[in-house]
C-alpha cells in the first residue's frame, strides 16, 4: 500500500513557475505508475500528467501540453510536477495519486491511492 503526500503549492503570478512535489512511503513506489490531477472549486476532477514506472513515457492533456512536466525518482520514492506558464485557469487543488496500470491513465478512477491535496492559486 502507498501512502502520497504532496507539497510545494502555494500562490504565484501569471506567467510564473512552480514545482510540486508528491513524496511516496513505502518499499513499492516503482511498481506504480504515477499521475497528478487537479480540482477547482464547480469543476470536475481533471486530469493534468501521468507517467510510467520508469519514467520512460509521459502523457499530458492539450490544456497543460508544452506547460507542464512531470518527472520521478524512484530512489527518492518522489513524484514531481514541474508547472511553467501559469494561467489563472490553473487554479485549483493538485492531488498526485498511484496506479497499478502499466500505460498511463487518464481518468481517476483508474489510480488506487491519493494523497491530500496542495492548493495552487495562479492571481492576474
Known amino acids: 500500500q502507498v501512502q502520497l503526500v504532496e507539497s510545494g503549492g502555494g500562490l504565484v503570478q501569471t506567467g510564473g513557475s512552480l514545482r510540486l512535489s508528491c513524496a511516496a512511503s513505502g518499499r513499492t513506489f516503482s511498481s506504480y505508475v504515477m499521475g497528478w490531477f487537479r480540482q477547482a472549486p464547480g469543476k470536475e476532477r481533471e486530469f493534468v500528467a501521468a507517467?510510467?514506472?520508469?519514467?520512460?513515457?509521459?502523457d499530458y492533456p492539450d490544456s497543460v501540453k508544452g506547460r507542464f512536466a512531470i518527472s520521478r525518482d524512484n530512489a527518492k520514492n518522489t513524484v514531481y510536477l514541474q508547472m511553467n506558464s501559469l494561467k489563472p485557469d490553473d487554479t485549483g487543488n493538485y492531488y498526485c495519486?498511484?496506479?497499478?496500470?502499466?500505460?498511463?491513465?487518464?481518468?481517476?478512477?483508474?489510480?488506487?491511492?491519493w494523497g491530500q491535496g496542495t492548493q495552487v492559486t495562479v492571481s492576474s
Open positions: 495519486a498511484a496506479s497499478r496500470a502499466i500505460v498511463p491513465i487518464r481518468h481517476y478512477d483508474g489510480y488506487d491511492y
Open positions: 507517467i510510467t514506472k520508469t519514467g520512460g513515457i509521459r
